[in-house]
């Protein structure tokens, strides 16, 4: 069994709503092998490395419904028993996913579609390369696959160290918490880097986090926390109760600032945190000297201060309020009269809660330098046997990442200590901050039983207080998001999605224009690029996830507008999780046969996925049965139509029913796209005063506008917003490249435009029958190379009937094809199609096939130009110099001038008006006086 392709899908795909793993297997001689044939033998193994998947109920929806597939019967595939594994072995490191789906590839005996869910993608595919290696090492060894592991492949070291590669990518506790608390708020949340920058919120209204400090964060309150001393003189200025302090850089002068603060004190790094180099309740020189020596592996500077009895605690403060305390009890093993400290300590780190480092909720006990000398103090070592009920501490120190566990106290914080935690924070500046305080009982005013504060911390650690060891869980994540969003605060910029096979691109940009037009500043996705407020940004076809994830990353952002493209869709999904509107214009052929879509419905339920996710509105083309399937996925709140026919009668009902729908209709003078909702009609503009139309002429541009408007009418801009915008873009190289842009600065008319599939030469062809042409009608036809040999032909076909003249050519980029393969598919086809040999020429260059049509024009003509490299055939048609021919309606007004003057010159004689490339003037004249 092999892998043959992979997909990973960060957002909504046609496969899953939230991101998921795809993977071609083919099976090879495996497909003879399901379960049932390698027998109880392999399931049993199976299991005994990962008994967690007697759990998975597979299709029978409860426990032990997977085994149950494994068993009965001729048992199951082995793509289906990897998928499952995929799945468990992510549980087992602490990453809960749940989802997954493999089916057959029809028409591909031994192939399979695996898809299966995933949090973080690195440890989906490692997960994914562990499983089938385990697969392949329980097999048989006749039927063993090249690939298998080595007979000494120990599976238990495998799962270990990829459950240490999962922890080292995964969040930690604190940033999960904050994670957490935001999915519960519905504000969504990108992940920045590998680590815990963490953006939550999209665009303008985004606020970002590193582990448990804010983008709001002053960076003097860090730097102050950071110090001590600094820390310790500003709080003692107050009048918090904090220890006498000194700092030292040699061990004799730690001596003598112990002296003169008076025994016992404590040695710490100025600059240390998570308790690292900190020694407690020193009595004398030697151990001042050591501590020293301990606290310099951990900076130069070193902090002396007078040691407080009592319990440690940490007191977090989140916008000015206490929102959590825990007491924190220093990392220790209790007695049982039979083992010995380092077997206790053994049986203390098999808790599941523990981990290495930050990785889980607790920290695993270490044996090193101070629980030596800790163990010393007592006369005891490591093997030594407490007795029962003894409590061994192996830190000075109650820090979690030394091993220390936390108890809840928030509730019994006495009113002064909380006053006290608040004012600290506040004196240093920290909107988010821990409060270390030592003291016998936190229910006791430490005006009365004393106490003090140790340090402050920035970007205090959350997990002690989300998951204690005993007590109740508090929500500090969810007091930091309250914070950074404030109740009725918003989080998302409004997102509309945009798809379909031809207009996407227009559409995009023309809602683009109107919400641009309001005021906003828009973030849009095209086939062209990504544009932020107008200005490109990145060049290229940017319609995939990591484009829509540029715009939602843009702090100068308040609206998304995303083209959806199905490449992007099927490589890697959406990168987005949800839109506030979403459209599909319309399906029809294109890009068939490639990445296994084969058909119209196929490739219908690819261009779903926006409007499946579509949360406000989703907005379908009724004239498009396919497009009209889609209203059954939908769970958006509204359902808007867009039809052409004003009899239309599904359209009809939905109105009556108090549906929207945005439609054409004939009036008095031309076409008004009218609007229905709830019941009201309301018209909303003339379509000949929308310039992309070409007064009307554009049928597919008055689509277009009407998708944009009903975009825009659901995305709540006024009508007069939508009006304006729609007044004000026209289908210029500069708003619209390569949809349909007009020059009409030669003497003869010239159309640019991108199309590339039957029904965009359709549309264009249509527009081309509309004008009134006093010459002739010439095209420059071409076709992607990738696409299949039907729709090329029907490319062909489709122009056969308008023009006069064709000129045949191929794109820069071949797409598998030979030099001149579809130029001369395209000329068969319309030699076939009755077009005479001599109005068809075959130029494969799409720069000198250009050049040729422009300059067979004569006065007169129009020319279609289907163009693939849209700037260089732009540059070629504007910068194009005639042969000065003379413009004949030119000549003949010129010879009809029966003034005897003009522009004050009196003429005698003949004169010549020439048309050139500087213009329209007198060329020469005789006998004037």
Not at 83 to 96: K, M, R, Y
Not at 565 to 584: K, P
Not at 796 to 806: C, L, Q, S, T
């Amino acid at each position: 069994m092999k892998i043959v392709s992979t997909n990973v899908f960060v957002g909504p795909s046609m496969y899953a709503h939230f991101p998921v793993i795809r993977h071609v297997l083919d099976l090879g001689r495996l497909e003879e092998w399901p379960t049932g044939r390698l027998g109880p033998d392999y399931v049993d193994r199976l299991l005994e490395c990962l008994p967690g998947l007697n759990e998975h109920g597979c299709s029978y929806g409860e426990p032990g419904g997977f085994v149950r597939r494994l068993r009965e019967g001729e048992g199951t595939w082995l793509g289906h028993v990897m998928e499952h594994v995929a799945i468990e072995l992510q549980n087992v490191a602490g990453s809960p996913v749940t989802f997954g789906k493999t089916r057959s590839i029809e028409g591909k005996p031994g192939h399979y579609n695996m898809v299966f869910q995933y949090k973080e993608k690195s440890v989906g595919l490692e997960s994914s390369d562990l499983a089938l290696k385990l697969i392949h090492s329980l097999l048989p060894e006749e039927i063993r696959p090249s690939n298998t592991p080595d007979r000494d492949w120990d599976f238990a070291a495998e799962r270990d160290s990829f459950i240490r590669y999962a922890q080292r990518r995964a969040l930690g506790p604190s940033t999960a918490s904050l994670v957490k608390a935001a999915e519960d708020r519905q504000i969504p949340w990108l992940r920045l880097n590998n680590y815990s920058l963490v953006q939550f919120g999209h665009g303008r209204y985004q606020q970002r986090i590193q582990a448990t400090t804010t983008g709001n964060t002053s960076n003097i309150a860090v730097e102050l926390a950071a110090d001590k001393e600094e820390t310790n003189s500003i709080l003692r200025d107050l009048g918090l109760p904090v220890p006498m302090q000194r700092i030292v850089r040699s061990a004799s002068q730690a001596v003598r600032a112990a002296e003169r603060i008076g025994y016992p004190v404590v040695l710490k790094p100025l600059a240390g945190n998570h308790g690292r180099g900190v020694s407690i309740n020193l009595k004398a020189p030697e151990e001042v000297e050591l501590a020293f020596e301990k606290a310099q592996e951990h900076g130069r500077t070193v902090v002396v201060e007078s040691f407080i009895e009592g319990f440690d605690h940490r007191l977090v403060v989140i916008d000015g309020k206490l929102v959590a305390a825990a007491k924190r009890v220093p990392g220790h093993v209790v007695g049982d009269g039979e083992h010995s400290i380092e077997q206790l300590v053994g049986i203390v780190n098999r808790d599941p809660r523990r981990g290495v480092g930050h990785e889980k909720v607790l920290t695993r006990l270490e044996f090193d330098h101070q629980a030596e000398r800790l163990l010393e103090k007592l006369g005891y070592d490591r093997n030594t046997v407490p007795a029962q009920g003894e409590i061994v501490y192996l830190r000075s120190t109650a820090n979690l990442s030394t091993g220390g566990t936390a108890i809840d106290v928030t509730d019994s914080v006495h009113p002064d200590n909380r006053q006290m935690a608040i004012r600290a924070i506040k004196a240093i500046g920290l909107d988010i901050g821990g409060v270390d305080f030592l003291t016998n009982d936190i229910a006791e005013s430490y005006r009365d039983a004393g106490g003090g504060i140790c340090e402050v911390n920035a970007g205090p650690g959350f997990r002690m207080h989300v998951a204690p060891s005993e007590g109740t869980a508090r929500d500090v994540g969810g007091a930091v998001i309250d914070m950074l969003f404030p109740a009725g605060a918003p989080s998302r910029i409004p997102i509309a999605a945009i798809t379909g096979t031809n207009g996407k691109t227009t559409t995009a940009r023309m809602l683009a224009h109107i919400l641009k037009m309001t005021g906003k500043t828009v973030g849009l996705t095209s086939t062209d690029g990504v544009y932020i407020d107008g200005n490109l940004s990145v060049p290229g076809d940017m319609t995939g996830p990591v484009s829509a994830q540029m715009i939602l990353r843009d702090p100068s952002v308040d609206a998304a507008v995303m083209e959806v493209a199905r490449g992007g869709m099927l490589r890697s999904g959406l990168g987005f999780q949800e839109t506030n509107v979403s459209a599909c214009l319309n399906i029809s052929a294109d890009h068939l046969g490639l990445r296994g879509i084969d058909t119209l419905e196929q490739l219908a339920e690819v261009k779903r996925v926006p409007i499946e996710i579509a949360r406000d509105a989703a907005i379908l083309n009724a004239d498009d049965a396919l497009c009209l399937k889609m209203a059954d996925y939908t769970e958006a709140e509204r359902l808007c139509y867009i039809t052409m026919n004003p009899a239309h009668p599904l359209v009809k009902q939905h109105i009556q029913a108090g549906g929207q729908a945005f439609v054409l209709e004939q009036g008095m003078n031309g076409h008004m796209i009218t609007i229905y909702d709830h019941e009201t009609h309301t018209p909303l503009l003339w379509t000949h005063l929308i310039p992309a139309t070409v007064e009307g002429r554009a049928m597919h541009n008055v689509q277009n506008a009407m998708f944009a408007a009903a975009l825009a009418y659901n995305l709540d801009v006024s009508l007069e917003g939508i009006r304006q915008g729609l007044r004000t873009f026209d289908s210029t190289y500069y708003q619209a490249p390569g949809r349909m842009n007009i020059y009409d600065e030669h003497p003869f008319r010239v159309i640019l435009d991108y199309a590339h599939n039957p029904a965009a030469v359709k549309a264009m062809c249509g527009l081309v029958d509309r004008f009134d042409v006093d010459g002739r009608k010439i095209v420059l036809l071409a076709a992607p190379g990738d696409r299949r040999d039907e729709d090329i032909l029907e490319i062909a076909d489709i122009a056969a009937g308008h023009f006069d003249y064709f000129v045949c050519r191929c794109d820069d980029n071949r797409r598998g094809r030979d030099q001149g393969e579809v130029a001369v598919m395209l000329k068969n086809r319309l030699l076939k199609a009755g077009i005479a040999a001599d109005r068809i020429k075959v130029i494969p260059d799409e720069q000198e096939a250009t050049a040729q049509v422009l300059q067979m024009a004569e006065p007169g003509d129009l020319l279609l130009i289907l163009a693939d490299n849209v700037k260089r055939s732009w540059k070629q048609i504007i910068y194009f110099k005639s042969d000065a021919k003379v413009d004949e309606s030119v000549r003949k007004t010129a010879t009809a001038i029966e003034l005897p003057e003009i522009g004050g010159f009196t003429f005698d004689a003949d004169i010549e008006i020439v048309s050139d490339e500087r213009g329209v003037r007198i060329a020469r004249h005789e006998e004037s006086d």
